[in-house]
């Protein structure tokens, strides 16, 4: 039970990586974008994976960890590639 509630937190705080990751895509700019907030969820979620290879508790779980990092991470090159385009923009 305890690994289904896990995965379910992990499900519900997915869902949001995909939508901010269009919107960051779309905007164009890194206003509004947190580098520190995405740096801080990297962490939680590579503490979060570092605990199930500690356990030895490579299940489901893991596989959500996996898909969630691998989205904040888009979105942490979105922030750089958009935040280039801002320095390009106030130079010309």
């Not at 509630?5 to 164009?28: D, H, Q, T, Y």
């Not at 503490?47 to 888009?74: D, E, M, P, R």
Request: some cysteine; charged content about 15%.
């Amino acid at each position: 039970m305890a690994d289904f509630l896990e995965a379910l937190m992990l499900l519900c705080f997915g869902l949001s990586w995909p939508v901010s990751l269009i919107k960051n895509i779309r905007s164009g700019t890194a206003k509004g974008m947190s580098l520190t907030f995405t740096v801080l969820i990297i962490i939680g979620y590579v503490a979060g994976i570092s605990a199930k290879l500690y356990t030895h508790n490579i299940n489901y779980v893991f596989a959500v960890y996996i898909w969630n990092i691998v989205l904040v991470i888009g979105n942490l090159a979105v922030y750089f590639i958009n935040k280039h385009k801002d320095r390009r923009h106030a130079e010309a």
